[in-house]
């Protein structure tokens, strides 16, 4: 019997088996990890379903609801200022017929330059009956007519002073006249502010006043008693301006001066001097001047003495 031979066949043998079986482990490499589920690319639908079942979620995800703007809830009444696009305070003074100033005190402003699109301010005095004054019709008022008594150089004047609106007090027989006390307002005493030639009429839908030619230095006058409310280059498309407030229902703008000679609050008597021409924010040198009633602009030949 060879008993030898036979287990060294069975030894060769087992050798080969596992030596297959190592070779075949290897070939099929190692065992991988399960897929990771990367829960950020759900759909929103799913993701929603899975917030919905967590404490808490859907109140964290919906959104504020947006603060209402100052005074949104008289938008659109008698005696308010809805702000738009591009406004400042001394736009909503002219468009309102106020003093800036005073539509800042009413509405308890504490930072005059920061105002929102939409935000909403009273525009006429606490103490008025806002209807009343958007009742008030805004019609040409009866003119008297009279000579231009105001010409150049012979003007009483202020010291001249920079463009930047400084000025010396005016002089000490000018009091205040913002209000023309005792009289009517259709009792304005009107004069016209500069002496030169009419270079373009008032237009309702593209001039919302008159352009008064002349040669840059030339005077420019209060076109009736009042108070400066508004002295300053802060007003696109005026260049240098002055806005003068006569009552409660008029005031008078003049623009595109070369230098001021007023300051704000500072009271003024009519055919005063209050600036000189020039062309600031405009292609010639001109005056532009308006004439507003309650804020809207009228035509101001219909009011100014024929000439």
Same mark, same amino acid.
């Not at 008025?128 to 004047?157: F, H, I, M, N, Y």
């Not at 008693?225 to 008078?252: E, F, M, Q």
């Given at each position: ?43 929103? =639908? *799913?993701? #929603?379903? @899975? &917030?919905?079942?967590?404490?808490? +979620? /859907?109140? %964290?995800? !919906?959104?504020?609801?947006?603060? $209402? ?85 012979? =003007? *009483?004047? #202020?010291? @001249? &002073?920079?463009?930047?609106?400084? +000025? /010396?007090? %005016?002089? !000490?027989?000018?009091?205040?006249? $913002? ?102 924010? !405009? ?25």
């Amino acid at each position: 019997m060879f008993f030898p031979a036979h287990g060294g066949s069975l030894s060769r043998g087992l050798t080969i088996a596992l030596l297959v079986s190592l070779l075949t482990a290897c070939a099929q490499g190692p065992r991988r990890a399960p897929p990771v589920e990367d829960r950020s690319t759900r759909s929103p =639908a *799913a993701a #929603a379903n @899975a &917030a919905a079942g967590a404490p808490g +979620a /859907a109140s %964290a995800s !919906a959104p504020e609801a947006p603060k $209402p703007l100052p005074g949104a809830e008289n938008a659109g009444k008698p005696g308010y200022y809805t702000v738009k696009p591009g406004d400042t305070m001394i736009r909503i003074g002219l468009e309102s017929g106020q003093n800036w100033r005073d539509i800042a005190r009413w509405n308890d402003m504490e930072n005059v330059n920061i105002i929102e699109v939409g935000q909403v301010l009273r525009v006429v005095p606490p103490a008025v009956d806002p209807t009343v004054v958007a009742a008030k019709p805004v019609a040409s008022t009866r003119v008297e007519a009279r000579p231009l008594d105001a010409k150049p150089g012979t =003007a *009483a004047s #202020a010291p @001249a &002073a920079g463009a930047s609106g400084s +000025a /010396a007090a %005016a002089p !000490a027989s000018a009091t205040p006249a $913002p209000a023309a006390a005792g009289k009517d307002d259709d009792e304005l005493n009107w004069a016209w502010p500069a002496g030169g030639p009419v270079l373009a009429n008032y237009d309702e839908a593209r001039n919302k006043g008159v352009a008064i030619g002349g040669k840059a230095g030339d005077p420019v006058m209060a076109a009736a008693d009042g108070r400066v409310v508004y002295a300053g280059s802060g007003l696109r498309g005026y260049g240098n301006l002055v806005i003068v407030k006569h009552n409660a229902t008029y005031l008078t703008a003049y623009a595109h001066n070369q230098t001021l000679l007023v300051k704000e609050e500072q009271p003024v008597k009519r055919g005063q001097k209050i600036a000189e021409m020039g062309a600031t924010d !405009a292609e010639r040198v001109q005056l532009h001047f308006e004439i507003r009633k309650l804020g809207k602009p009228v035509d101001p030949v219909k009011l100014l003495p024929p000439r």
